[in-house]
């Protein structure tokens, strides 16, 4: 299943961005795409070496992590269960997960902080159940992302990812530092206060060598989608014929746009953006493009 991978990469070709390259992780897998194909890659071939049958995972209504989990543990013939963040609901990603067979446990956002407890409660005596933290996080999900290095040019100067928890960022910097390159690793949290980052980062790595933070891009915090960020969206995909979601990588093409037209960067340096998919994720904003 976690074999053969299509991520090219492309150039973009509006005028004041082509010099830019991205890594099309979204084409990798049309519900498993992007960071969650890395980060799901070693947890599954985890829980099929412990030889267990059920994933716990979390997540949000609009969460592209509960989608392609639902849609992995289908094709790996797993069993999925998701406590899903807040108030019962209905709307399409949580179809989409119906459909793969993911079982949904809805839970009030105060229970939910204690994902830990929320598992030993539901599933303590379940010895065929394997926990995966929100977002897949955990050092299987920074071994799997780290292996995107090895699929890049090794003379790249700049390498973007848009990060909430850090985890897709930390497996970048440590295979940047395993592969010995020069790359500056620019992480652009999608979230308020999101400097925190590079502790986490920092966890895994145990080093924040060749990383660069860009704080300011978060356009007033998670899955905030003001009308500015909207409007790039839908010139960006008009122009370069390319999806971009609006929680997390449109953030980070507005960041690379904004700081080429600062003259952050050099001529003849070599920037790469890291494409994470999440498209999926436009449905929960569906009714602010209007046209």
């Given at each position: 299943m976690f074999t053969d991978i299509y991520s090219p990469i492309h150039q973009l070709k509006h005028a004041t961005r082509n010099h830019i390259l991205v890594k099309r992780d979204d084409l990798i897998?049309?519900?498993?795409?992007?960071n969650k194909w890395r980060k799901l890659k070693y947890i599954l071939k985890e829980v099929q070496k412990k030889d267990k049958n059920h994933i716990v995972t979390f997540g949000g209504a609009y969460s592209n992590h509960l989608v392609a989990t639902a849609s992995a543990c289908a094709r790996a013939s797993l069993?999925?269960?998701a406590f899903v963040r807040g108030e019962a609901v209905n709307n399409e990603m949580?179809?989409?997960c119906k459909l793969f067979g993911m079982n949904l446990i809805f839970t009030d956002r105060e229970s939910y902080k204690n994902k830990a407890l929320l598992f030993e409660t539901h599933f303590g005596t379940d010895p065929q159940a394997h926990f995966v933290d929100e977002g897949g996080a955990g050092a299987e999900a920074v071994r799997g992302c780290a292996e995107i290095i090895a699929?890049?040019?090794p003379d790249m100067d700049?390498?973007?990812c848009a990060a909430g928890t850090g985890t897709t960022a930390a497996g970048l910097l440590k295979g940047i530092h395993q592969r010995k390159l020069k790359t500056q690793l620019h992480v652009v949290?999608?979230?308020k206060g999101g400097d925190f980052i590079a502790d986490e980062i920092y966890k895994h790595t145990g080093n924040v060598d060749q990383l660069v933070m860009h704080t300011d891009y978060h356009f007033g915090g998670y899955a905030k989608t003001p009308p500015t960020l909207i409007e790039y969206i839908k010139n960006f995909v008009a122009t370069e014929g390319m999806l971009i979601d609006p929680v997390y990588t449109s953030k980070m093409f507005f960041a690379i746009d904004d700081l080429v037209a600062n003259n952050y960067f050099k001529k003849e340096e070599k920037i790469i953006a890291l494409h994470t998919g999440g498209l999926l994720g436009i449905w929960g904003v569906k009714d602010k493009f209007i046209y």
């Open positions: 897998d049309p519900y498993i795409s992007g069993k999925s269960t949580l179809l989409l699929e890049l040019p700049h390498l973007f949290p999608v979230l």
